[in-house]
C-alpha cells in the first residue's frame, strides 16, 4: 500500500495545504467491505472540528473526481493528537528529546516493541535509547511510531 500512499499524499497535500493546514500523515486501512482513510492534518494554532470539516469537503470532492480509492470508503479527518504517529523522518526529527513507542516489522533482538528516548536521526534511522542502551532502527523498518505524551 506505500504505493497507493504516495499517490493519496500527492493527491491530497495541495488541497490540504491551500486550506492552511499541515498534512501529518495518511492511513489507508482495508476491512470488510470498505476501507478506511484518515487524514491527520495539524497546524501551529491547532485543530479545530471547522478545520476538519473543511478538508474532509475538500478532499472528499478531490478523491471522488479523481477516483483515488476503488470502491467504497470512510473518510476521517482529525488532528494527529498528543500520541501523535509519526511517518517521516523530519518528523521525527521535531519530536527529538521525547519518549516514542515503536513496532517494528520485524523482531529484533526478539522483540517488535520498544519504547525510548528519540535521541538523533542519523540518515534514514532513528537512533531510540531504551534503559541505557542505544538502538538503530531504519525508518522504513517501522511499522508504527507514536509520541507518548507527557502528563
Request: proline share 4%; charged share 30%.
Amino acid at each position: 500500500m506505500a504505493a497507493v500512499d504516495s499517490t493519496l499524499k500527492a493527491l491530497l497535500q495541495p488541497v490540504v495545504e491551500a486550506l492552511g493546514c499541515e498534512l501529518w500523515g495518511l492511513q489507508l486501512e482495508a476491512g470488510g467491505k470498505r476501507k478506511l482513510l484518515r487524514i491527520y492534518i495539524d497546524r501551529e494554532e491547532g485543530i479545530g472540528v471547522e478545520d476538519c470539516e473543511r478538508v474532509s469537503r475538500q478532499s472528499g470532492a478531490v478523491l471522488d473526481v479523481e477516483d483515488a480509492i476503488s470502491g467504497e470508503y470512510v473518510l476521517e479527518v482529525s488532528s494527529p493528537g498528543m500520541d501523535r504517529p509519526l511517518y517521516e523522518l523530519a518528523q521525527y526529527e521535531r519530536y527529538i528529546g521525547e519518549d516514542v513507542s515503536l513496532r517494528l516489522r520485524f523482531p529484533y533482538d526478539g522483540r517488535r516493541n520498544f519504547k525510548g528516548r528519540l535521541v538523533g536521526v542519523d540518515g534514514d534511522e532513528i537512533i531510540l535509547v531504551v534503559a541505557d542502551t542505544e538502538y538503530l532502527f531504519p525508518v522504513e523498518g517501522i511499522d508504527k511510531a507514536n509520541v507518548v505524551p507527557r502528563f
